[in-house]
């Protein structure tokens, strides 16, 4: 490759990753989290999921019968059933759902109710509009999480296309990125730690870069693809063949559709469906059942499930007899390649696909994705200050360290902070009440941390400071747990809560002892003077 | 705040031409590449939709480092202009087509 | 049983990513090894996670093994 395809590859890699590399740590950062929020890290967060996950199949079956004769028959057209499996709702959630409205209401309608999964008492029930019972439902620490991680809580559009325009110049970073380290067999494992910040800095940047290549970019092509799909992809894609109508494209392709009532009773045989399924797929994990025309000899029931040795996400489709009809694409019943590469698509970017082991390299993986820009960017500004004409001037580099350290760091401390946060809003506010604390808590910690940069200390000091209240964030949660919280490590109620709580304290103190080990400079709370 | 290297303007002729196709027509002719692919493709109604989709990413990326790699600016610019008329074109035929 | 294949997989993966680091061996030695090391370690991944499952968990488990063998170990010694 000639010298000048070299350099101008470098150049449009350097631009695009300083542009791009604090967005980039946010949304990687916050996805490393979100991989382990469903169902670990939500099991940890609702004491209701942490006795069990699993409701016997002859209990909801018990239960969808009994509600279904208190609910108007209207009601009975679509049953939805969500398990509390620690991927939706926190509770066994019933919705029976009127899709033309009733009396009251000329919209689709629901009437809710959700139970305890280990007593199955009646903890909540809702009668109203389906859109404002799925738009206000509980919230917590790890799905608030997940959900910046999609769209940055900007809202859709805008958070959408952001978070799929950062996987696009991610993919062209991966790409760019492997062209220009040509030297990458021989860099595999040059990790220079005892030769100084810059060179460690330097080859840690290029072993994340051709070690997490691939991860880098299917996370990138995943990432734009599921950013953008439903914002321009597929409503550019419906524009010829649909008018440019996204709703009709996926009505047409997906569209269960609606069995025709025959009145002819016939119980719905939900139970041995549930457990047919199970046999089926035995390491797969049923999120939610969707029954149609209950209890009619024409009744259909499809189950969706995640996981198992199929990796993508799957519907199982039963006649209500309980005979199995088919398996199908979770988006429906599509033929072709193509819906296969995309159904793929979501595990590979979820990293949800086969348990706890896997989300562990996925993890691992993301969070070198997320040190991949930041060392980049540091590489960059370290670059603009050496030589006898530094075009960064010591100052202005203090300036940027503090910058970059206030806006990722702050992002850690804030995402930190939700987890004694909590801890505490379990003990002392009620059900979706919570949604309320979580983004003035988690934005207003950000954003104060990120002002604090604007005091004139030196960098290393604020890094320091900002490793230390990280580590006191995250080691504050095993004490509040077992001062307020329900299950924990001295009564042993649920090993999940134990082993989440002893890794929370094993990093927050890896956190401490990284900010206590830091050597300062001889001036921590004076800027450094301009050379 | 930083100096502009000279090297930097020495290595990409016409830079700001450069910035402009790279991140704006780019983004356009990939978007208008999409509905365009669907008309062409010789599959099932599934596959004509779904694999444009699909290959959004990868053309996108290929025409952002196409716009900065190419020797002469106006390289990159006819092809993605090319590709934006004949794709618009074929996208306008069809439903022409389809109201007809 | 799951357990002890992911462990055997990892093990080979961990193996592969040293022999692939050692200077001192030939590239044919290295090849050779490192293939046996993958294959033990996909068949290990595939009894546990099914083929595509046991594909994509090998991929991502050597880039793991092989980001951490960087970082802990560094780059061989000449003659190792």
Same mark, same amino acid.
């Given at each position: 490759m000639k010298s000048i395809t070299l350099k101008k590859l470098f150049l449009m890699h350097s631009w695009v990753g300083v542009l791009t590399a604090v967005l980039l740590f946010i949304v990687a950062f916050s996805g490393a989290l979100a991989?382990?929020?469903?169902p670990e890290l939500k099991i940890w967060a609702n004491p209701e999921l942490q006795s069990t996950q699993i409701v016997p199949s002859s209990d909801i079956n018990t239960l969808v019968n009994q509600y279904y004769k208190q609910v @108007?028959? +209207?009601?009975?057209e679509n049953i939805h059933v969500f398990m509390?499996?620690?991927?939706?709702?926190?509770l066994l959630t019933l919705v029976f759902e009127s899709h033309h409205g009733d009396e009251n209401y000329s919209q689709e309608v629901a009437r809710v109710f959700q139970f305890? @999964?280990?007593?199955? +008492?009646?903890?909540d029930s809702y009668y109203g509009p389906s859109k404002e019972f799925y738009a206000n439902k509980k919230t917590d620490a790890p799905s608030y999480i997940g959900e910046f991680h999609a769209d940055?809580?900007?809202?859709?559009p805008i958070g959408l296309i952001l978070t799929g325009f950062l996987g696009l110049t991610l993919l062209k970073s991966a790409v760019t990125g492997l062209f220009i380290h040509r030297k990458m067999f021989k860099e595999?494992?040059?990790?220079?730690?005892?030769?100084?910040l810059d060179i460690a800095i330097s080859d840690a940047h290029k072993v994340m870069g051709i070690w997490g290549s691939v991860f880098n970019i299917v996370i990138g092509f995943t990432g734009a693809f599921l950013g953008l799909a439903t914002i321009i992809l597929l409503p550019a894609a419906a524009f010829v063949s649909f008018g440019g109508d996204q709703d009709k494209l996926i009505e047409t392709f997906t569209a269960i559709p609606e069995p025709v009532v025959s009145h002819i009773e016939q119980p719905t045989n939900i139970d041995a469906i549930l457990e047919n399924a199970k046999s089926r797929?035995?390491?797969?994990?049923?999120?939610d059942a969707t029954i149609m025309?209950?209890?009619?000899?024409n009744a259909q029931v499809y189950l969706r499930l995640l996981g198992g040795e199929a990796v993508a996400s799957q519907l199982l489709h039963y006649r209500g007899d309980g005979e199995f009809v088919k398996s199908m694409s979770s988006f429906g019943d599509i033929s072709g390649i193509s819906i296969k590469v995309i159904e793929v698509l979501f595990p590979l970017h979820f990293?949800?696909?086969?348990?706890i082991f896997i989300k562990l390299l996925w993890v691992i993986l993301g969070l070198t994705t997320a040190l991949l820009p930041l060392s980049g960017m540091m590489m960059w500004l370290s670059k603009r200050t050496?030589?006898?004409?530094?075009?960064?001037s010591v100052q202005a580099y203090t300036r940027w360290n503090r910058f970059i350290i206030g806006s990722c760091g702050g992002l850690v401390l804030a995402s930190f902070v939700l987890f004694p946060l909590q801890i505490v809003l379990n003990y002392s506010v009620d059900g979706a009440?919570?949604? +309320?604390?979580f983004g003035p808590v988690f934005f207003y910690s950000w954003l104060g941390w990120l002002l604090v940069s604007?005091?004139?200390?030196?960098h290393t000091f604020y890094f320091k400071l900002t490793l230390l209240l990280c580590g006191a964030a995250l080691s504050a949660v095993m004490p509040l747990n077992i001062l307020i919280?329900?299950?924990?490590i001295m009564n042993f109620n649920s090993a999940l809560v134990v082993i989440v709580d002893s890794l929370f304290m094993l990093i927050g103190l890896t956190f401490i002892w990284a900010g206590l080990k830091l050597k300062l400079t001889k001036q921590p709370i004076l800027e450094a003077q301009t050379v | 705040m930083f100096k502009v290297s000279k090297n930097n303007k020495s290595t990409f002729k016409a830079i700001k031409r450069r910035h402009f196709l790279a991140c704006v027509v780019a983004l356009i002719t990939a978007v208008i590449i999409i509905p365009g692919m669907t008309t062409y493709l010789p599959f099932h109604m599934n596959e004509q939709i779904l694999l444009p989709i699909m290959l959004f990413p990868i053309i996108w990326v290929g025409l952002f480092m196409y716009a900065y790699l190419a020797?002469?600016?106006w390289q990159p610019f006819a092809v993605m202009l090319l590709l934006s008329i004949s794709h618009g074109l074929l996208s306008l035929l069809a439903l022409m087509q389809g109201k007809a | 049983m799951n357990i002890t294949l992911i462990f055997c997989a990892v093990l080979s993966l961990v193996f592969m990513t040293l022999i692939i680091r050692k200077?001192?061996?030939s590239k044919i030695i290295k090849v050779i090894y490192s293939l046996i090391s993958l294959i033990i370690s996909f068949v290990c991944f595939a009894n546990v996670y099914g083929l595509l499952g046991g594909i994509i968990t090998g991929v991502a488990c050597l880039m793991c093994v092989g980001l951490l063998t960087a970082f802990i170990t560094g780059k061989a010694l000449k003659g190792y």
């Amino acid at each position: 490759m000639k010298s000048i395809t070299l350099k101008k590859l470098f150049l449009m890699h350097s631009w695009v990753g300083v542009l791009t590399a604090v967005l980039l740590f946010i949304v990687a950062f916050s996805g490393a989290l979100a991989v382990l929020s469903r169902p670990e890290l939500k099991i940890w967060a609702n004491p209701e999921l942490q006795s069990t996950q699993i409701v016997p199949s002859s209990d909801i079956n018990t239960l969808v019968n009994q509600y279904y004769k208190q609910v @108007p028959s +209207a009601f009975g057209e679509n049953i939805h059933v969500f398990m509390p499996s620690g991927h939706n709702f926190y509770l066994l959630t019933l919705v029976f759902e009127s899709h033309h409205g009733d009396e009251n209401y000329s919209q689709e309608v629901a009437r809710v109710f959700q139970f305890h @999964p280990d007593s199955l +008492a009646l903890v909540d029930s809702y009668y109203g509009p389906s859109k404002e019972f799925y738009a206000n439902k509980k919230t917590d620490a790890p799905s608030y999480i997940g959900e910046f991680h999609a769209d940055l809580h900007l809202g859709r559009p805008i958070g959408l296309i952001l978070t799929g325009f950062l996987g696009l110049t991610l993919l062209k970073s991966a790409v760019t990125g492997l062209f220009i380290h040509r030297k990458m067999f021989k860099e595999l494992f040059t990790f220079r730690r005892s030769k100084g910040l810059d060179i460690a800095i330097s080859d840690a940047h290029k072993v994340m870069g051709i070690w997490g290549s691939v991860f880098n970019i299917v996370i990138g092509f995943t990432g734009a693809f599921l950013g953008l799909a439903t914002i321009i992809l597929l409503p550019a894609a419906a524009f010829v063949s649909f008018g440019g109508d996204q709703d009709k494209l996926i009505e047409t392709f997906t569209a269960i559709p609606e069995p025709v009532v025959s009145h002819i009773e016939q119980p719905t045989n939900i139970d041995a469906i549930l457990e047919n399924a199970k046999s089926r797929f035995p390491k797969a994990v049923i999120i939610d059942a969707t029954i149609m025309a209950n209890n009619d000899a024409n009744a259909q029931v499809y189950l969706r499930l995640l996981g198992g040795e199929a990796v993508a996400s799957q519907l199982l489709h039963y006649r209500g007899d309980g005979e199995f009809v088919k398996s199908m694409s979770s988006f429906g019943d599509i033929s072709g390649i193509s819906i296969k590469v995309i159904e793929v698509l979501f595990p590979l970017h979820f990293g949800n696909f086969a348990g706890i082991f896997i989300k562990l390299l996925w993890v691992i993986l993301g969070l070198t994705t997320a040190l991949l820009p930041l060392s980049g960017m540091m590489m960059w500004l370290s670059k603009r200050t050496r030589g006898s004409n530094p075009t960064l001037s010591v100052q202005a580099y203090t300036r940027w360290n503090r910058f970059i350290i206030g806006s990722c760091g702050g992002l850690v401390l804030a995402s930190f902070v939700l987890f004694p946060l909590q801890i505490v809003l379990n003990y002392s506010v009620d059900g979706a009440l919570q949604n +309320a604390f979580f983004g003035p808590v988690f934005f207003y910690s950000w954003l104060g941390w990120l002002l604090v940069s604007l005091l004139p200390m030196h960098h290393t000091f604020y890094f320091k400071l900002t490793l230390l209240l990280c580590g006191a964030a995250l080691s504050a949660v095993m004490p509040l747990n077992i001062l307020i919280g329900q299950n924990n490590i001295m009564n042993f109620n649920s090993a999940l809560v134990v082993i989440v709580d002893s890794l929370f304290m094993l990093i927050g103190l890896t956190f401490i002892w990284a900010g206590l080990k830091l050597k300062l400079t001889k001036q921590p709370i004076l800027e450094a003077q301009t050379v | 705040m930083f100096k502009v290297s000279k090297n930097n303007k020495s290595t990409f002729k016409a830079i700001k031409r450069r910035h402009f196709l790279a991140c704006v027509v780019a983004l356009i002719t990939a978007v208008i590449i999409i509905p365009g692919m669907t008309t062409y493709l010789p599959f099932h109604m599934n596959e004509q939709i779904l694999l444009p989709i699909m290959l959004f990413p990868i053309i996108w990326v290929g025409l952002f480092m196409y716009a900065y790699l190419a020797e002469h600016v106006w390289q990159p610019f006819a092809v993605m202009l090319l590709l934006s008329i004949s794709h618009g074109l074929l996208s306008l035929l069809a439903l022409m087509q389809g109201k007809a | 049983m799951n357990i002890t294949l992911i462990f055997c997989a990892v093990l080979s993966l961990v193996f592969m990513t040293l022999i692939i680091r050692k200077n001192a061996s030939s590239k044919i030695i290295k090849v050779i090894y490192s293939l046996i090391s993958l294959i033990i370690s996909f068949v290990c991944f595939a009894n546990v996670y099914g083929l595509l499952g046991g594909i994509i968990t090998g991929v991502a488990c050597l880039m793991c093994v092989g980001l951490l063998t960087a970082f802990i170990t560094g780059k061989a010694l000449k003659g190792y």
